[in-house]
């Protein structure tokens, strides 16, 4: 018999949470940050496996007390397929639900690989890349918002170096950040498209002589301040329907000097 009232004691305890509060403030983002969490990402046809850091939010009334955070990582470990943008937004609605809010946030930082054909020998290998989903969600029909972030690593080459210089010319690896927001489906391949098309030349991870050669010759052909390369990616973001907002950044880690050179272009 005292068994069975512990049980029903346990079954009962009070849920603090949902309970009033009287001081009348409303609070705009409440939940969890730097959540480490498996992840599997959509890439084209396949899954790739990968470890994302997530923040996960919602707002919170000014007569509710709190929030209930385990919900949260019930809701990350819930999600039973591959992520891409559209299984994103429809998953960051069903957050909302689950947490009994009108607003909420979603943030996954996380590394993704590419595999890559060098140019002249055809070896492959992956390069890595870093990649961000920012989904500003509400409950009203339409009014989620998915931004997606990659980190791109390419070369540039200096205009002016080339043009002075009687042989040779200084060059460097350059990171371009393209922050857009997505209205329709963009995939990750896309989206370092976009910054390896524009650079003086894009980066393998395995090169042989041949194209080692090549890399150097593209580059030396086809040289890129950074003022070059931050117009030229946006122009290819702005002629594509499917992107909205976007935030460009290119960082030269310069090659003759102890600091960076960058670039920012943001279209509002």
Known sequence: MKSMTNLQDALHIPDTQSGRDDRHLAIQHVGI?????????????????????????????????????????AWLDAI????????????????????????????????FFLRKR???????????????????????????????????????????????SDYGAHNQRSHVTIRIEALADITWSELVRFAEDSASSEIWPM??????????????????????????VALRLAADPR?????????NFESIHNHSAFARIERA
């Open 33 to 73: 940050k730097s959540l480490r969490y498996p992840l599997q990402l959509r890439l084209g046809k396949t899954a790739q496996a990968t470890v994302a850091q997530w923040s996960l939010d919602v707002a919170l009334p000014a007569e509710q007390k709190g929030t209930h955070m385990s919900r949260f990582v």
């Open 80 to 111: 039973g397929e591959p992520l891409d943008g559209a299984v994103l937004r429809r998953e960051s609605g069903r957050m909302l639900e689950l947490l009994h809010a009108a607003q909420g946030r979603v943030e996954a930082s996380f590394p």
């Open 118 to 164: 060098a140019p002249v020998s055809g070896v492959e290998s992956l390069l890595e890349y870093q990649g961000r989903w920012i989904v500003e969600a509400a409950s009203a029909q339409g009014a989620t918002t998915l931004w997606a972030e990659a980190v791109v690593p390419v070369k540039s080459l200096c205009p002016c170096s080339k043009e002075i």
């Open 207 to 232: 090169l042989k002589r041949a194209d080692e050669k090549w890399v150097t010759e593209r580059a030396y052909e086809n040289p890129k301040f950074v003022e070059d390369l931050v117009r030229d």
């Open 243 to 251: 992107v909205g907002r976007y935030v460009v950044e290119v960082e």
